[in-house]
Each structure stands twice: as C-alpha cells, then as structure tokens.
C-alpha cells in the first residue's frame, strides 16, 4: 500500500520561510511528487512538482522564483522550500505521487488528476 506523508509547516509571517517534507512508500524509482495547496472557497492548485527519474520540475506562476522543490536521493525525500512568503500562500498543502514516468508528460506534473496517492495534508498560515 502506498503512502504519503508530509511534515513541515506552521505560521510564518510575510517575507519568511517554511520547508515542507514528503515521503511516499514503498520506494519507487521513478515517479512525480508535486506539492498542491487549497485555501477555503478556492480551487486544489499544483505549485510545485519533480519528476525524480531526471529531476524535471515545475512551478504555478504564482510561485516560481519564490518555491524551489528537490529530491533528496539518499533519503527518497521531496522537500519544498518555501521563501518570500506571502499572506496568499496561506492554505493547506498537500503531497501527491504518481508511480511511474507518464506523469512527466507535458502538463501533467502540476495537474491534480495525474495523481492518484495524496497525504492527509499540511497548514500553512502566512500572517502580515
């Protein structure tokens, strides 16, 4: 059975920092890992997601430059640095994997119904 667990999150205020962690389980070579945020009354958008077979990534408009997502290989880790945090980014995240290589197809790493294993979920609170 797959799972996926996040860690991080919290309360920050504008202009600071969060990191968040997801681990998904059992291993799996190849595979998509985006990070996803819903805030109350709006739609489950992707910001940031890799493909970890050859580290292709993608980021939401509203947060390249700011979000940088990486694989940790030794730990089969994805973390999602977030810096130059905004009270908008305040939502709850969420970590999705999709097992294998077609979700690295164009458009489809950002894209909710690529993914089919989520974790329960992680707030973020930005406060100005």
């Known amino acids: 059975q797959v799972q996926v667990v996040e860690s991080g999150g919290g309360s920050v205020q504008a202009g600071g920092s969060l990191k968040l962690s997801c681990k998904v389980s059992?291993?799996?070579?190849?595979?998509?890992i985006t990070w996803f945020r819903q805030a109350p009354g709006k739609e489950r958008e992707g910001v940031a997601g890799?493909?970890?077979?050859?580290?292709?990534?993608e980021y939401s408009d509203s947060v390249k430059g700011r979000f940088t997502i990486s694989h940790d290989n030794a730990k089969d880790t994805v973390s999602l640095l977030m810096n130059s945090l905004k009270p908008e980014d305040t939502a709850m995240y969420y970590c999705?994997?999709?097992?294998?290589?077609?979700?690295?197809?164009?458009?489809?790493?950002?894209?909710?119904?690529?993914?089919?294993?989520w974790g329960q979920g992680t707030q973020v609170t930005v406060s100005s």
């Open positions: 999705a994997a999709y097992l294998g290589i077609s979700c690295r197809a164009s458009g489809r790493i950002l894209a909710t119904p690529t993914y089919n294993f």
């Open positions: 059992p291993y799996t070579d190849s595979k998509c």
């Open positions: 890799i493909y970890t077979g050859d580290l292709t990534s």
